[in-house]
């Protein structure tokens, strides 16, 4: 892996894990095709002067995106990682979890552990207030991405709008509870960090982290009528694994 030290190298080792996807026809490439545009998105943002602090928020963006893609390069290389990242990615050697899950499944271990750790760090000896403003709008390109990615799922499947929306949209229900979840606990959990004494920070990370690796068992298990629904559209998702990992980087 090159070293990363600029937003760019973060999409360019992204790509790494894509192309390493789809040459293995592995399902990690769904949350790796994903974060590259929000990755993508966010350079974007810097750029167009969207964020208050740029050079601040690309800082963010590079620890943020280092702890995805060091927990991914441990796990490749069987150490251990963290219990959210490894829930997250042990979902992969199964069949039967749809697209939507394994991508949710990631963003549960990336926004609710991860963010706040990168948020507490990069905001190390000042004010975490001081980023509250750029924090929310990283969750508004998050947002705005979850109509994005409804799009490309259904180019996997062209009947998932019909079925999802017969059985009220469960899909968004997920969706809906991740975003929450995003935009509320992570940033508990970045003020949280920011004001704990620094012999307790790991401790603190620790418990967290088996918090959220608890979370993850409502998206891979989210109930009997649930689990049947996402068994038929998972009978239905259209292509070959790097096929759909292609289909998400697509942009509507």
Do not use: C
Not at 145 to 158: A, F, H, K, T, Y
Not at 188 to 200: C, D, G, M, S
Not at 219 to 248: D, Q, S, W
């Amino acid at each position: 892996m090159k070293p990363i030290h600029t937003i760019e190298d973060v999409i360019a080792v992204l790509q790494g894990i894509i192309d390493e996807s789809i040459a293995q026809k592995s399902p990690l490439g769904y949350f790796a095709a994903l974060y590259q545009k929000v990755t993508i998105q966010v350079k974007e943002g810097i750029e167009n002067n969207f964020f208050d602090d740029g050079p601040r928020m690309e800082k963010l963006d590079i620890i943020f995106a280092k702890r995805y893609i060091d927990a991914y390069y441990e796990f490749q290389a069987n150490r251990p990682t963290t219990q959210s990242w490894e829930k997250a990615f042990l979902l992969s050697f199964n069949f039967w979890p749809i697209v939507l899950q394994h991508l949710l499944i990631g963003m549960n271990a990336h926004i609710n552990l991860d963010l706040g750790i990168a948020a507490a760090e990069v905001m190390e000896g000042k004010p975490i207030e001081d980023l509250k403003d750029d924090f929310n709008k990283i969750n508004t390109i998050l947002s705005s991405l979850v109509s994005d990615v409804e799009q490309n799922l259904s180019r996997i499947w062209p009947f998932l709008k019909k079925i999802l929306k017969f059985t009220r949209k469960v899909d968004n229900f997920l969706v809906d509870f991740s975003m929450e979840v995003a935009r509320d606990g992570a940033w508990k959990f970045a003020v949280k960090l920011a004001n704990t004494p620094e012999e307790n920070i790991a401790e603190t990370i620790h418990l967290r982290d088996e918090s959220v690796a608890k979370i993850a068992s409502l998206i891979t298990n989210p109930g009997v009528i649930a689990n049947i629904i996402f068994g038929i559209i998972r009978l239905g998702e259209r292509g070959t694994v790097p096929h759909k990992i292609k289909k998400l980087m697509h942009t509507p």
